[in-house]
């Protein structure tokens, strides 16, 4: 084999078993192999987006069935809260009405009790006093009587007497005198007007009927609390028939027991005015 054969041998030009053997070298095998790995992409590919696709599809479908089943369901709904909230109400309702009318029978007992407690206990003042003597004028006035008017000065005169009477209030009408004509010392403590007026008429005869003397046609008062000589029990006597009497013996002659007190004095003077 001459030099240049061989090397042609060598380089392969005349065997192709060489040459074969470089193909199968990879040198001359890599568009197959690329193509594949690009179909395998797209199938994997669109594998994906097929799914996607169809979970999305999956998930907007039952959305809405929620949707539209929540939808359905408000009437449902809607008649089991109505009712629950009109039951709710109708209750609160009851027991508010309970309650307004409980306060009001409170209030309205509250209210009665005061005004028993008034009528059983009323102060004594001028406008107890102004009722009192109404009441007298009116007797007065049906007997064909003047009435008896206030008199500022007699005032003064009551007052004066009831500072004096409290210093020996044991003694009826201590330190009465002849400055005025009568003079009538009451306890009307607890008393309505009118009360104390029909109770003097059956007490304290002489007492009243002082208040009714024709000659008479001014007065004067003082109210005032004061120390008094008060009888324990049931007593036969209930007026002392004039001044200067001791009280204590004098119940005690009637067969009354005492004891000392004190009370609301009412001291009337009265003169011919």
Request: hydrophobic share 35%.
């Amino acid at each position: 084999m001459a030099d240049d054969d061989w090397r042609n041998w060598k380089n392969g030009r005349y065997d192709t078993r060489y040459r074969g053997v470089k193909r199968h070298s990879g040198q001359r095998n890599r568009k197959p192999i690329i193509a594949i790995l690009v179909i395998v992409a797209v199938i994997i590919a669109g594998y994906l987006m097929y799914q996607n696709n169809f979970l999305d599809g999956i998930l907007q479908k039952e959305t809405k069935s929620a949707v539209n089943n929540a939808i359905k369901m408000q009437p449902a709904l809607g008649g089991i809260i109505k009712p629950a909230v009109d039951t709710v109400s109708k209750i609160t309702t009851q027991v508010s009405k309970q309650v307004s009318n409980a306060a009001s029978q409170i209030n309205s007992e509250t209210s009665s009790s005061s005004s028993v407690s008034i009528e059983q206990t009323p102060q004594i003042n001028s406008q107890w006093v102004d009722s009192f003597m109404s009441i007298v004028n009116a007797q007065r006035q049906q007997a064909g009587l003047r009435p008896l008017v206030e008199n500022q000065a007699l005032d003064g005169t009551a007052k004066t007497r009831f500072d004096t009477m409290i210093t020996h209030y044991q003694i009826s009408h201590y330190g009465a005198d002849n400055l005025n004509i009568g003079e009538v010392v009451f306890y009307p403590e607890g008393f309505s007007p009118k009360d104390y007026a029909t109770n003097l008429q059956s007490t304290a005869p002489l007492h009243w009927q002082l208040l009714l003397d024709p000659q008479l046609g001014v007065y004067g008062y003082h109210v005032d609390t004061g120390p008094t000589v008060e009888t324990i029990g049931s007593c036969s006597v209930s007026e002392i028939p004039g001044p200067d009497i001791d009280e204590v013996q004098f119940f005690q002659q009637h067969g009354c027991q005492t004891t000392s007190g004190n009370s609301t004095w009412l001291v009337i003077d009265l003169n011919f005015g």
